[in-house]
């Protein structure tokens, strides 16, 4: 071992190097994303929660349907209830997202990444891409697999929906839609706010209880609120009937494609910026 | 070759780094020192693009780290051995920071190999002992075979056999005619690495020297001289203007001043303000015999402690040194 032999061809061939690209950036993301443990988990939670839990809805939504009054008979929204559990898994989702960067940071690997590629936006923009592919993928999967066996479970006992219905094809590949521009949102906050705990917190305030805290206020700042919010103003991609005080579906999806590029902006500014 | 030009940094009112400017060239060790505090890791992270300098500008082969084409083929540098998600493994590690400079796959089993970590190369980082992810840190340093190498402390954490290594690396390394920037506060393993010394206190540059030169110039260099009419070559020596104490049985440790302690020798003096040759002059001009006459260098630590005294962040209250 004491006879260190650095580079086998002798330091000379040193001048034919090539400048890295953003290929070689989005491959070790890739390389980044797979080779830790928490992904597989937060994936296998996502098709786990999405699947599951939405078969687990969708009978017993089928099951009461015989016994419902007849305005939420008028209601009755199988697609939407298939789709229930993708809603839930979306939190595993933002979870793995915030990780995948704060992580780096409560580790000080944030350093060892930034020295290895100091033109800081391409590391944000990378790990955003490879990490949205993957919950594309993966949320797509989910979603029209919660959608079937949803709907195989619900038919018999209660009207079901198929893809051909209108809407229903673009709600349920607007789950996975939804899920994805969620993935961008998480590594962003994640890349802003740096500690993991902090991230998580916002996205769930910001996905879960601000939109639960505005059913408190006042019908007049309720409506534009719930109208508006980012993650509620995307949910309609995934939705069939457009309730009252919503937004249309890809308008929606991009009130809240809008919001992810602004966070996402702030980050890259931030992270360009600050010492790392 | 590593510049930088009146480099500045602040963190609100403390100035981590004020105003260092300094050339580190290829083919030589290059020891960065100080003490703890002093701001050497501030300065490697501005050469490496992590902070901004507050004033100022450090290059890398004439450019900005930042600017660098292709950063991990240009420089290698090791901060903090710890900076790694301890849930991957070794080779994923290094497969994640070579492929995002386009380094060929088969250049991580070879840097696992060059470090010795080949046996732990599917062993998830956070089992690791500090010195196994120093080899580790080492090995991510030397992925991209670069002309310029940056370590921080990299001897903290490494067993005898591997502070012996690193030290070969280095050397290895220097006299392929690379750059190694290597900093330390402990001075003898400067003086056993490096050729050329960046000394710094305080964020300030206090020497900028060869190795060699630097124990010369900075330190007093004493006469340890035994002999039997000790007292008369005392007075004599004080008569030509230098100064004596009494000295102990051993060259270089000097005994309590002005005590009648232990481990005084009547027979032995410590001159200092005279070299060797002139005592020896100056002892045959009055017939005094001398049974030793050992010219005492101050050793590297010394000159160290010597030059950074005032410079020093953190001091115990009370301490003389």
């Not at chain 1, 009978?59 to 789709?83: E, F, I, M, N, Q």
């Not at chain 2, 849930?87 to 497969?95: C, K, P, T, V």
């Not at chain 2, 956070?126 to 340093?141: C, D, E, H, T, V």
């Not at chain 2, 230098?242 to 032995?268: H, I, K």
Request: hydrophobic residues 45%; contains cysteine; proline residues 5%.
């Amino acid at each position: 071992m004491t006879d260190v032999a650095i580079a086998p061809a002798g330091p000379d061939h040193r001048a034919a190097f090539r400048a890295a690209t953003f290929g070689d950036v989005l491959r070790s993301e890739w390389t980044k994303l797979r080779s830790v443990r928490s992904t597989f988990w937060a994936l296998t939670v996502t098709v786990v929660l999405g699947v599951g839990l939405g078969a687990v809805i969708s009978a017993a939504a089928a099951h009461g349907y015989a016994r419902s009054s007849a305005s939420a008979k008028l209601s009755w929204d199988p697609t939407g209830v298939s789709l229930a559990g993708v809603a839930v898994a979306s939190l595993a989702i933002a979870v793995l997202g915030v990780l995948c960067i704060s992580s780096e940071y409560s580790s000080g690997m944030i350093r060892t990444s930034l020295i290895a590629v100091p033109k800081r936006g391409r590391v944000l923009a990378a790990k955003s891409l490879v990490f949205a592919a993957v919950t594309f993928v993966v949320g797509e999967a989910t979603s029209f697999t919660a959608f079937f066996v949803g709907q195989a479970l619900i038919s018999g006992q209660a009207p079901h929906a198929a893809l051909g219905d209108p809407g229903v094809a673009r709600a349920v590949a607007g789950a996975g839609l939804y899920l994805t521009a969620l993935a961008v949102l998480s590594v962003a906050t994640g890349a802003l706010l740096r500690h993991p705990a902090a991230g998580i917190a916002s996205l769930v305030a910001v996905l879960f209880v601000l939109p639960g805290i505005a059913q408190a206020l006042p019908d007049s700042w309720r409506n534009p609120v719930t109208e508006y919010w980012p993650t509620q103003a995307g949910g309609q991609i995934t939705s069939v009937h457009i309730a009252a005080h919503s937004l249309q579906p890809w308008p929606g999806f991009g009130v809240m494609c809008l919001f992810v590029a602004i966070v996402y902006a702030i980050a890259w500014t931030v992270l360009d910026r600050r010492d790392a | 070759m590593i510049e930088a030009h009146g480099l500045v940094k602040r963190y609100g009112s403390t100035t981590a780094v004020n105003d260092l400017s300094f050339s580190i060239r290829p083919g030589l060790v290059t020891g960065f020192l100080g003490p703890n505090g002093a701001g050497k890791t501030t300065t490697m992270r501005m050469i490496l693009g992590l902070d901004a300098p507050t004033q100022g500008s450090v290059t890398v082969g004439g450019r900005s780290y930042r600017d660098l084409p292709a950063p991990m083929r240009q420089v290698g540098a090791l901060l903090d051995a710890k900076a790694l998600h301890g849930g991957r493994r070794a080779r994923d590690h290094l497969l994640c920071l070579a492929q995002s400079n386009g380094i060929p796959r088969r250049r991580v089993d070879e840097v696992l190999c060059i470090v010795g970590l080949e046996g732990v190369a599917r062993r998830r980082a956070k089992g690791f002992s500090l010195g196994m992810s120093q080899r580790l840190g080492i090995a991510s340093a030397l992925l991209g075979d670069p002309a310029v190498l940056i370590f921080d402390e990299p001897v903290n954490g490494l067993d005898p056999d591997g502070i012996h290594w690193v030290r070969t690396l280095m050397r290895t390394l220097a006299a392929e005619g690379r750059t190694v920037l290597v900093s330390s506060h402990l001075m003898s393993e400067m003086a056993l690495t490096a050729d050329h010394l960046l000394v710094i206190g305080r964020g300030r540059l206090i020497a900028d020297t060869s190795t060699d030169e630097f124990v010369r110039s900075s330190s007093q260099q004493s006469v340890h001289v035994r002999s039997p009419r000790a007292a008369e070559l005392a007075a004599r020596c004080r008569e030509a203007g230098a100064t004596v104490r009494a000295g102990s049985t051993s060259p270089g440790a000097a005994a309590p001043v002005a005590g009648p302690g232990a481990g005084t020798d009547p027979d032995v003096i410590e001159i200092t303000g005279m070299d060797s040759a002139e005592v020896g002059r100056l002892a045959a001009a009055h017939g005094i015999a001398l049974s030793e006459l050992i010219p005492v260098r101050a050793s590297l630590e010394e000159a160290f402690m010597e030059l950074t005294r005032e410079s020093m962040e953190y001091q115990a209250a009370g301490a003389t040194r």
